[in-house]
């Protein structure tokens, strides 16, 4: 199928080769990303790779800010899309627990493949560079994909244990920017609302920290079995969520 221009008509022919320079760019300046990493990205550097003089890529990105922008967007899209192809894939949407596997474990995969890209994503800030706003929606696909398997467990029945009693009061003032934004998206935990925007935060944190930690390298000497230790986190956060399927009498 050709690709509709903006205006509804067929695009012309510059139309797809700005298009297919474009791409060609963003694919080039991915795989300098999985070989130097975010910080030493340049327009230079990537318009050499493609065989192009400087000034020509200026046509395509007014900046290195513009192309980290590109490459971050379409990174963030591509993690969230693999997160939430995963948990589609699951028939029995009632089946929490394994919605929540497949997912965790899309997002890891997508990760160790995209080592490159997920350092964009994951990890040190760029310097110089502060991500815009019009890379949020983007950004959080894979969060939501996440939080909504955590929502559907609990409209369907699913419970938490109680929070401990010893940590410090004000989780409903704390989590009210999360539930705001959640509410905005049309998503209203069922139950303790507060407590499970709070957990499925911490869930969301330890599932990042633990694939940071194993594409940077934290984890050599302390675990030898990098998959197996990943399932082992990833099941256990379930308890915390009310996700675990309870036992078997």
Known sequence: ????????????????ARTEITAEILATARERLTKQGPG??????????VGMVSSAVYRYFASR??????????????????????????????AYL??????CNAIRNWALSHPGDYALLYGSPVPGY????????AATRVTLALVRIVTDAHEGGADIRPAPANVPV???????????YLGALGITPAGPAAE????????????????????????????SDYDAYFQQVIIRLTDDLGLAKPAQT
Not at 1 to 16: L, S
Not at 40 to 49: F, M, N, T
Not at 131 to 137: E, G, L, R, Y
């Open 170 to 180: 004000g989780v409903e003032s704390l989590m009210q920017d999360a539930l705001d």
């Open 98 to 103: 394994e919605r929540w596997l497949a997912t």
């Open 130 to 137: 502060a991500a815009p706003q019009d890379t949020i929606p």
């Open 40 to 49: 030493e990205l340049s327009l230079r550097a990537v318009a050499r790779d």
């Open 196 to 223: 499970i925007a709070l957990r499925s935060i911490s869930a969301w944190s330890a599932i990042f920290g633990t694939i940071s930690f194993e594409l940077f390298g934290h984890l050599v000497g302390s675990v």
């Open 65 to 94: 800010d513009e192309l980290l922008t590109a490459l971050l967007i379409a990174a963030y899209n591509e993690l969230g899309a693999a997160a939430e192809d995963a948990d589609a894939g699951v028939e029995d949407r009632e």
């Open 1 to 16: 199928m050709d690709t509709v221009a903006t205006n509804g008509k067929a695009p012309t022919a510059r139309e797809r």
